[in-house]
């Protein structure tokens, strides 16, 4: 019986895996043509950007922080303190920025256009709207893909800036480096390739969020307990869908044998 449950809740995910990309690429047809809701649009912008930043920041300070303790101590006994900041803030831009500050979108925002899809879909406004000859794709879901494809990336950079300044906290109070040290080993690491190569994962992510949520809560069924369901399936859809994507995307843009911190 549970072996039974687990084919056809595998098979039904998969099924909306796919209704997911196809819906990506409505959406993309969507654009093309030119139809944006702008009020729509800046309305989900607020949401997805302003609302989100305190958590964003909050997140990406203690992130800084911590990989600095777990980091500066074996640096220093190597003799390689003048590094550290290099080093997280190779890691910041690279991975952590963008890959947490994506997780916590999805968790907030992801989630929050599921529920909200999902509890038109079963209330039928859905319906209503196309029985008024309103596209829900149109007023609904690029809104949304607008919205977290251009405020990921600026939540991401303030999230790199937030997390250096953790970093940098913990770097000069606890382990006695000097400030100037820290910022230029940073600098001296940084590349314009790896601020980009940030802002490209972020609006990668974003798209995927708004994607996923909003496809989750078009195919929402069985009441308030499918908009449950739903919910929590795209965060997990959406969470498994950002490392797999970051994966190819670092591999893509990082592969090789040269070294970032060598110059090579």
């Known amino acids: 019986m549970n072996q039974t449950t687990s084919k056809s809740s595998l098979g039904e995910w998969s099924q909306r895996l796919l209704a997911a990309i196809f819906l990506g690429g409505q959406v993309l047809v969507h654009l093309l043509r030119g139809k944006i809701h702008r009020r729509n649009t800046l309305e989900q912008m607020a949401a997805v950007g302003p609302d989100s930043l305190f958590i964003a920041l909050l997140t990406a300070i203690f992130v800084g922080a911590v990989?600095?303790?777990?980091?500066?101590?074996?640096?220093?006994n190597f003799g390689a303190g003048n590094i550290i900041g290099g080093v997280l803030s190779v890691a910041l831009t690279?991975?952590?920025?963008?890959?947490?500050?994506a997780v916590v979108l999805a968790g907030r925002v992801g989630s929050a256009f599921a529920a909200e899809i999902g509890t038109m879909r079963v209330s039928e406004q859905i319906d209503a709207m196309l029985m008024l000859r309103t596209d829900p794709i149109d007023y609904l879901v690029i809104p949304r893909v607008l919205a977290c494809c251009l405020m990921l990336p600026i939540l991401t950079l303030l999230s790199l800036v937030t997390?250096?300044?953790?970093?940098l906290i913990i770097a000069t109070n606890i382990y006695n480096l000097s400030d100037t040290v820290f910022l230029d080993s940073a600098r001296s690491f940084?590349?314009?390739?790896?601020?980009?190569?940030?802002?490209i994962k972020a609006c990668c992510f974003g798209i995927l969020?708004?994607?996923?949520?909003?496809?989750?809560g078009l195919t929402t069924t069985g009441g308030a307990k499918g908009v449950g369901q739903?919910?929590?399936?795209?965060?997990?859809t959406a969470l498994l869908i950002i490392f797999v994507s970051n994966f190819f995307l670092s591999w893509l843009m990082f592969q090789g044998t040269g070294s970032a911190f060598l110059g090579l």
């Open 94 to 101: 690279r991975e952590l920025a963008p890959v947490l500050t």
């Open 230 to 236: 739903s919910t929590t399936t795209a965060v997990v």
């Open 67 to 76: 990989f600095t303790i777990q980091v500066a101590r074996e640096f220093i």
């Open 209 to 216: 969020i708004a994607v996923i949520g909003c496809s989750w």
């Open 163 to 167: 997390g250096m300044f953790g970093g």
């Open 190 to 199: 940084l590349g314009i390739w790896d601020i980009f190569s940030a802002m």
